[in-house]
């Protein structure tokens, strides 16, 4: 299974960004595939998530309402549409692949498989 990431880059706050994450070598319907990201001198911090079988979204309280996390065409990619962006966003942003129970969709470790990661800056 290999995950590429891609769209980061630097915006200014308020400004909007999309992430793409393109899976390949899985069994689409049968994973949640969700977005982390990490800030220097942080861990690793849960985003949003999105089971491929009933498309349910998930996300962390710091982004609801500012991010959606959507299926794409083709099937196998992964969107995180990102708006209002502030500094706080700031981060190294990681798509994953997994099979998590319901109660650790927002956990890392449940996660099999990551991509390497789109850099995304907001300057203030």
């Known amino acids: 299974v290999q995950l590429q990431a891609s769209g980061g880059g630097l915006v200014q706050a308020g400004d909007s960004l999309r992430l793409s994450c393109a899976a390949s070598?899985?069994?689409?319907?049968?994973?949640?595939m969700a977005w982390f990201r990490q800030a220097p001198g942080k861990e690793r911090e849960f985003v949003a998530a999105i089971r491929l079988s009933g498309g349910n979204t998930y996300y962390d309280d710091s982004v609801k309402g500012r991010f959606i996390v959507s299926r794409g065409t083709p099937k196998n990619t992964v969107y995180l549409q990102m708006d209002s962006l502030n500094s706080e966003d700031t981060a190294t942003y990681y798509c994953?692949?997994?099979?998590?129970?319901?109660?650790?969709?927002?956990?890392?470790?449940?996660?099999?498989?990551w991509g390497q990661g789109t850099q995304v800056t907001v300057s203030s």
């Open positions: 994953a692949a997994g099979n998590p129970i319901l109660t650790s969709t927002r956990t890392a470790r449940a996660y099999d498989y």
């Open positions: 070598g899985l069994t689409y319907t049968r994973y949640t």
